[in-house]
């Protein structure tokens, strides 16, 4: 079973625009979520995450996430993209695998293009 | 600065040939993951390994691909006899044991022709 689901592949938006990235989870799965960034040509890079206390979790760089328990979801927003967010974005959750161990395991990805 | 590094950054082989791929944790990192990203597939977990110990390497297909960890600053991921459908980017990535975020490096770009 899909453990997290990225319905979008990709975003288009204006830049200055708001965004949401959406990311829903199996609710088999523990409760630790995650965001990761990949630039062109880059590794991952860990966005942001929730793994307990307040739903709501930010980045540095004007991101931020909310865990809805309810919801199994875990969208990723930004109230006014730049140029430069221009990436893939990856949600992730931490999984126990067929053989008992707990491996982070992630999304399809969404690629988002903000635009001039 | 502390990052996972890794080499070769970029390796074209031709179908058939081995190919070693090589990473080097952040020091004081326990734990060891090696991903595959491709179009298709997305990024797919190979295996991973804890002080050294392979936990979990289901990922993996076993008749060709190997993991290992000869001492706690290396991780070696071999592909033995390559083939086109391995082409592939492949992610090193480390971390604490005990701490959930992953510090990936920036990857190897396998093509086999």
């Known amino acids: 079973a899909q453990s997290v689901t990225q319905l979008d592949s990709q975003v288009p938006v204006f830049e200055e625009a708001p965004v949401e990235l959406r990311c829903n989870y199996s609710s088999s799965v523990s409760v630790y979520l995650f965001w990761y960034v990949q630039y062109p040509n880059q590794g991952l890079q860990l966005l942001l995450k929730y793994l307990s206390g307040s739903t709501l979790v930010k980045s540095i760089n004007g991101f931020e996430a909310e865990f809805n328990k309810s919801q199994t979801s875990f969208h990723l927003r930004k109230p006014s993209v730049h140029i430069s967010d221009t990436a893939e974005y990856f949600c992730a959750v931490i999984r126990t695998m067929d053989t008992g161990r707990r491996a982070l395991t992630f999304g399809s990805g969404t690629r988002l293009q903000v635009q001039p | 600065d502390a990052r996972v590094t890794q080499t070769p950054r970029h390796k074209v082989t031709e179908m058939g040939q081995e190919v070693t791929m090589r990473c080097q944790p952040i020091?004081?990192?326990?734990?060891v993951f090696w991903y595959r990203q491709t179009m298709m597939q997305g990024l797919e977990l190979l295996a991973y390994?804890?002080?050294?110990?392979?936990?979990?390497d289901s990922g993996m297909p076993k008749d060709r691909f190997s993991a290992e960890m000869p001492d706690a600053t290396l991780a070696t991921l071999k592909i033995q006899p390559s083939e086109p459908r391995d082409s592939a980017v492949y992610f090193c990535a480390s971390g604490q044991e005990g701490v959930t975020e992953a510090f990936f490096g920036q990857g190897t770009r396998l093509t086999v022709v």
């Open positions: 020091l004081g990192h326990n734990t």
């Open positions: 390994f804890r002080n050294r110990a392979p936990l979990d």
